[in-house]
């Protein structure tokens, strides 16, 4: 199909930019490696729940910094190139495939480094994984799109921080109940509920970007 191959042109456009520029890989590594490294200067120890918190704190924020820029980071000539070549479908499934890429492999090296630093005993290692992966694929869907939409206005950090703080907040409130689950070691059946909404989010979030993305991409 037509749009498949307009995916894996871009998607791969999007990696190799990434390799030659390390831009937002050497960002978010920096970022998380300091931002821990204070919380530890900090702290020291923590309990459980301060853990949980700050670990999806700190990852929250990776996140913003690293696909806030998404669309705002391309120039005019570039999306001028973009519409000619390939349909404003494939072009933000890519988006959304890259981030999420991005934010999965920038999540584990954030989950290791941060275990690392602050030694705390998680009930269900499993779990906790599936709840990271879920919580980087959610950031990646939401912020996705609304740095599209945001990139269209001229004060645009303003009106990406008051477009992602009511879809957020929800997200992260579910995030971070599965992801206590697990460091409680509760029944897996226990958190079916919290990774079914999870996933139902994600599902509707991306549709509703391949669906309203094709009137942003006119303007």
């Given amino acids: 199909m037509k ?12 990696i190799l930019l990434e390799w030659r ?21 900090s702290f020291r120890t923590t309990p459980p729940l301060v853990w949980n918190a700050l670990f999806w704190i700190i990852l929250l924020f990776a ?17 001028l190139y973009y519409y000619q070549i390939a349909s404003p479908q494939a072009i ?14 920038m999540s584990v090296i954030a989950l290791a480094f941060y275990s ?6 998680v009930g269900d290692k499993p779990l906790y994984f599936v709840a990271v992966i879920l919580g980087a694929i959610s950031f990646s869907s939401v912020f996705t ?7 269209k206005a001229n004060n645009n950090g303003t009106l990406m ?35 079914g909404v999870l996933t139902a989010i994600n599902l509707i979030v991306i549709t509703v970007s391949l669906l309203l993305f094709p009137y942003l991409w006119r303007d």
């Fill in 145 to 151: 799109m609304i740095s599209a939409i945001a990139s």
């Fill in 21 to 41: 520029s390390k831009y937002a890989l050497n960002g978010i590594l920096l970022y998380v490696v300091a931002t821990v490294f204070v919380c530890y200067l």
């Fill in 92 to 105: 933000i499934i890519a988006k959304i495939i890259y981030n999420i890429l991005l934010m999965i492999l």
């Fill in 3 to 14: 749009i498949v191959s307009e995916i894996k042109y871009l998607l791969k456009k999007e």
């Fill in 161 to 195: 921080a008051i477009l992602s703080f009511p879809v957020i907040i929800p997200v992260l409130m579910l995030i971070i109940k599965l992801s206590k689950n697990a460091m409680d070691g509760l029944d897996r059946s226990v958190s079916l509920d919290e990774i």
């Fill in 116 to 121: 690392i630093v602050f030694q705390n005993e």
């Fill in 63 to 79: 996140a913003i910094n690293a696909i806030s820029k998404s669309f705002v980071q391309e120039s005019k000539g570039r999306l």
